[in-house]
């Protein structure tokens, strides 16, 4: 089997990548339950609680700096739960004046030296699958990872996050070789493979491990890089995507089995996402076809559970 013959290669290739347990970190939208109005602190204490309680994990992931004054919110809710924070700065188009850039990089730029929450801030991801909407070539995002890294205080880690085949098909080479990038987090999702929950897993960890071969061959190291994947889920309702069908009991299978199978052997992982968001736009895949994006979470929106074997791995 084509899965078979990629774990092998590159558990053979990477011992150090799966020597022991990953750690399990989660996707946060920054709206309320209502869909429209922004989190405040309260609110991402609330959610902290949440996950931490029924996860076990202190680590998350946003995506932009300024939208919803999400830094200014989520990090003094971070110093006040002990939690660790991946900000994001959005990289929208290979402008140099991007606003996109030049906001969220600012936003973050003014914390870092104010420093009263470095401790909280885990990574800054220098755009999210720019490369994936073709907004910029990899020598464009690597030239923004390092004017980011060159601003960042040591301790605080700075890479990207993107589609899991634009590391494959050798689009991130650049960034992968330029040597800013601390940490890489590769998306990867079986559900928009159009893949049937049966061959979920196996598509799941082959993707993962073709992205993750790649990027150590590139870079010459098995750990020189931090690898996460950085975004992987399934829906528990919505639209059929090809063979993909949403329901809460594929959803619970693909996280037992996927998701904590794969930290278990010693990968990092952001599911997407922590809690469902109602007023979150649909999302268009390869095919063209549109699907829904608002029961993505593995809680609700009011951050109940959604099956009763939990999230604990």
């Not at 993962?208 to 990027?215: E, K, L, T």
């Not at 996402?273 to 979470?297: I, N």
Request: glycine content about 10%; aromatic content about 12%; some cysteine.
């Amino acid at each position: 089997m084509r899965f078979a013959t990629a774990t092998l290669t590159l558990l053979a290739a990477s011992p150090a990548v799966v020597s022991a347990a990953g750690k399990l970190g989660w996707a946060l939208g920054n709206k309320k339950e209502d869909g429209s109005t922004c989190k405040t602190s309260s609110d991402y204490e609330d959610d902290f609680d949440a996950i931490k309680s029924e996860t076990g994990s202190t680590v998350v992931r946003t995506y932009s700096a300024t939208d919803c004054n999400t830094t200014s919110h989520i990090l003094p809710a971070a110093k006040s739960k002990d939690f660790q924070i991946v900000l994001g700065i959005w990289v929208y188009s290979d402008d140099e004046d991007d606003a996109s850039f030049v906001n969220d990089f600012a936003e973050v730029k003014k914390v870092v030296e104010d420093g009263e929450y470095n401790d909280y801030i885990y990574a800054v991801t220098v755009g999210s699958e720019s490369l994936y909407r073709e907004d910029v070539s990899g020598d464009f995002l690597n030239k923004r990872i390092k004017t980011v890294k060159e601003a960042m205080p040591d301790g605080i880690k700075v890479g990207t996050a993107d589609s899991w085949n634009k590391f494959q098909d050798g689009t991130a080479n650049p960034v992968i070789e330029g040597g800013y990038a601390d940490i890489l987090l590769a998306n990867a999702f079986s559900y928009w493979q159009g893949q049937k929950i049966s061959n979920a897993t196996g598509s799941f960890y082959d993707d993962v491990y073709q992205a993750f071969g790649v990027i150590q061959e590139k870079s010459g190291s098995t750990d020189g890089i931090e690898l996460w994947v950085g975004e992987t889920g399934w829906p528990t309702d919505g639209d059929d995507y090809q063979n993909a069908e949403p329901s809460v009991a594929n959803a619970e299978q693909f996280y037992h089995e996927a998701i904590c199978g794969m930290t278990t052997w010693g990968f990092n992982v952001f599911v997407f996402e922590a809690f469902d968001e109602p007023g979150k736009e649909g999302a268009v895949g390869e095919d063209g076809t549109v699907a829904d994006e608002t029961h993505w979470g593995a809680m609700n929106a009011d951050r109940t559970l959604k099956w009763d074997s939990g999230l604990k791995c």
